[in-house]
């Protein structure tokens, strides 16, 4: 503020007179400045432990103006710590001091602002202001404080390692240095102080191990911080481990039975489970199931137990065993489960007969088989299993002619091979009934039966048996009359080995009988069938030339009208039969002696004609009755009852012994036909020359 008056004192030089005049200037002053501060703003520090009443000084004010325009005074804003209290300079300036009413808290009010108002008394009465900013000095006074009294964090428990949790944060009112927080765990356990990390000087919890929510699903922690005089605070730290399905459920079976019986009841018990899922909430609901379209089911038992059972009756011979796949799966997302496998084996129980592989057998067997034949193999399957399975054979009790079965064919009880006992005879019987019996070696033993017809297939073991001409009872010889001027084609014999087909057996002239004939001619007739290998028989016919049977009864000596007779002519058949016996010996040696001669007179005739000698027919010829030499062979075929087939033969004529007749062939006499036959299987002494005759002669 200047003086009371402003004047400006100025000379002036006048040039017409060149005289200087004084010149006093006054300027009145009008309130055109308003006060101001050198420093709008201004910064005061008071420690916060000052004593009430101290005096801080102010800037003051400038105003350019004078009188009333000039500083007239000081104003403090309103507060409650603080007034403003102007003093007066010997220079008759104002000071104003800002006095400390009330104590300071830095904690509280750290920073206090002021305005200081400068006015003047002009009209209009001007101001100028100065914000002062009051810093309350601090005073390490406080602890520090949490700003949460407990600290609350939901992790999930696949968080990688090093992960930055939660930040706790502690304050001090302080400042400064006396504002530094130091932290640290108060309490904590192993499994935490194993897991977690805490930033002494930041506050931040973060993970220095994996979480596994199994292991601990939660933590409880208590974190300090402290500041440089000591003060301290606590706060609680708790860490929950959200569960994460990264477990798969568990299987353990308690109890198990490695076999069961076949014929066991539906809800057998065949292990106990034990289902557990270390997860959480759904990851650690469990559900189980049996994979597959198999007989058993999962019943729920106590707690977390299942027991595996039965659902149907069992049968060993369809399914011998068993791999029962037990599936646990958790309901997390994704889900994860587990497989435990189960092998089950059935125990047979004796449920099923034994079978046969046939409904019914048949075999067969050629007769005169030798004893112990094997006739056939019957075959029995048991689907049971070890003893069960066993399988024994035998035969039904059962007779045949009188006689039990089993004095005919047996069994092998352990094969099945049927042998035979005896030798079996076609002609006796044809076929044999059997019921074939097989039992098991179970408990019960089961048993089944099957049908066998043994058929008998015949062999050609039987000879030709020539039933006509018959040989008489008595021992006499048989005779049949022809006349001596038989026709060819006249029916001289009939033969009849068995049923003749397609041949009969006949024996019929081939041509009119001659005088130059022999009176007595021998054919010896062949009967053969066609069994493999084939059989014959024989019959020697010797054939008579005569008018009447009285006639050539002393010259065929062996031969005897037949004719009925009584019980009471039997010695004298006897006498008969002996005379005929010793005569045909005797005429024997008579043709062995005529033989002889005979073959050397053709030798020396078929000499003399050098080969020219024609064929002579076999009714030129004579034979001897009792000699048995073939003197003409006729062959032919016929067919007997049992074998279907036979032949007739004729052996070849023996023309060396036999002689030509020298008696006259011109009497009327009758054929007179011998019947004996003789039987032989001697089938490679016969020539058969003609195989397609009707038996004719």
């Known amino acids: 503020m200047g003086s009371l008056k402003c004047q400006l004192n100025l000379e002036i030089l006048m040039e017409d007179t060149v005289k200087i005049y004084g010149v006093v200037v006054e300027v009145r002053d009008i309130n055109d400045n308003a006060p101001y501060f050198q420093e709008g703003e201004l910064e005061i520090k008071m420690s916060e432990n000052a004593a009430t009443g101290m005096r801080f000084p102010l800037p003051h004010a400038w105003d350019p103006d004078i009188g009333k325009n000039s500083l007239q005074s000081y104003k403090l804003s309103s507060n409650t710590h603080f007034s403003l209290d102007v003093q007066s300079g010997a220079d008759g300036n104002k000071y104003p001091e800002l006095v400390l009413e009330r104590s300071l808290d830095r904690e509280e009010k750290a920073v206090h602002h002021l305005v200081l108002t400068a006015s003047d008394a002009g009209d209009p009465v001007r101001t100028g202001t100065a914000r002062i900013r009051v810093m309350v000095v601090d005073v390490n006074d406080n602890a520090p404080a949490f700003a949460q009294s407990e600290y609350r964090v939901s992790v999930p428990e696949n968080v990688e390692v090093g992960t930055k949790l939660l930040l706790v944060n502690a304050t001090d009112a302080d400042e400064g240095a006396n504002a530094e927080v130091m932290y640290s765990f108060r309490y904590v356990d192993n499994k935490a102080a194993q897991v977690f990390k805490l930033d002494c000087h930041l506050g931040t919890i973060s993970t220095i191990g994996e979480l596994n929510h199994e292991e601990s699903g939660f933590y409880e922690m208590e974190v300090q911080a402290m ?77 977390s137990y299942y027991s595996l059972v039965t659902d149907t009756l069992l049968d060993r011979e369809l399914v011998p065993s068993y791999n029962i796949t037990v599936t646990a799966s958790d309901l997390g997302s994704p889900p994860l489960s587990t497989e435990t496998h189960i092998f089950l084996n059935v125990a047979d129980t004796n449920d099923n007969p034994p079978a046969f592989s046939h409904a019914s057998y048949s075999a ?83 048993s089944s039966n099957v049908s066998l017809r043994l058929f008998v297939l015949d062999q050609n073991d039987n000879v030709p048996e020539i039933l006509y001409p018959a040989v008489p009872t008595d021992g006499s010889t048989g005779v049949e009359l022809a006349p001596r001027s038989a ?211």
């Open 364 to 446: 067969y067997i050629l007769e005169n088989n030798p004893r112990g034949a094997s006739i056939i193999s019957v075959t029995a399957y048991d689907p049971d299993y070890g003893k069960n399975a066993q399988v024994t054979y035998s035969l039904a009790e059962g007779t045949l002619r009188e006689a039990p079965l089993s004095s005919y064919v047996s069994i092998n009880s352990d094969t099945g091979v049927l042998y035979a006992l005896c030798s079996f005879d076609y002609e006796q019987f044809r076929d044999l009934q059997l019921q074939v019996m097989a039992h098991d070696s179970g408990d019960p033993p089961l």
């Open 227 to 303: 500041d440089n005089a000591g003060y301290s605070a606590r706060a609680k730290v708790l860490i929950t481990v959200l569960d994460v399905n990264d477990n798969a459920p568990e299987v353990v079976v308690t109890s198990v039975s490695n076999s069961i019986p076949e014929n066991s009841p539906r809800g057998t018990l065949i292990a106990l489970l034990n289902v557990n899922d270390q997860d959480s909430g759904e990851n650690g609901q469990v559900i189980c199931f049996i994979q597959g379209n198999l007989p058993f089911k999962l019943e729920k038992s106590y707690g």
């Open 487 to 697: 026709e060819p084609g006249y029916l001289a014999s009939e033969l009849r080995a068995f049923a003749v087909g397609l041949h009969t057996g006949e024996v019929r002239t081939a041509r009119a009988l001659l005088d130059r004939d022999a009176l007595k001619q021998s054919l010896v007739v062949a009967v053969q069938d066609h069994g493999q290998p084939p059989l014959s028989a024989t019959v020697t016919l010797t054939v008579a030339v005569a008018d009447s049977i009285p006639d050539v009864l002393a010259d065929l000596g062996s031969l005897e009208v037949p004719r009925d007779s009584d019980a009471s002519d039997l010695t004298l058949y006897l006498v008969v039969a002996v005379a005929a016996v010793s005569c045909v010996f005797l005429a024997f040696v008579i043709v062995l002696l005529a033989l002889r001669l005979r073959r050397w007179h053709t030798s020396r005739v078929l000499q003399a004609s050098k080969g020219r000698l024609a064929g002579v027919p076999a009714s030129q010829f004579v034979g001897v009755d009792g000699v048995r030499a073939f003197l003409q062979t006729y062959s032919t075929r016929c067919r007997s009852a049992d074998s279907r087939k036979s032949h007739v033969i004729f052996p070849q004529p023996n023309y060396a012994d036999t002689l030509i007749s020298q008696e006259s062939c011109e009497k009327s006499e009758p054929l007179l036909l011998s019947g004996d036959s003789v039987f032989s299987k001697d089938n490679h002494a016969l020539i058969q020359l003609q195989q397609n005759r009707d038996c004719n002669v």
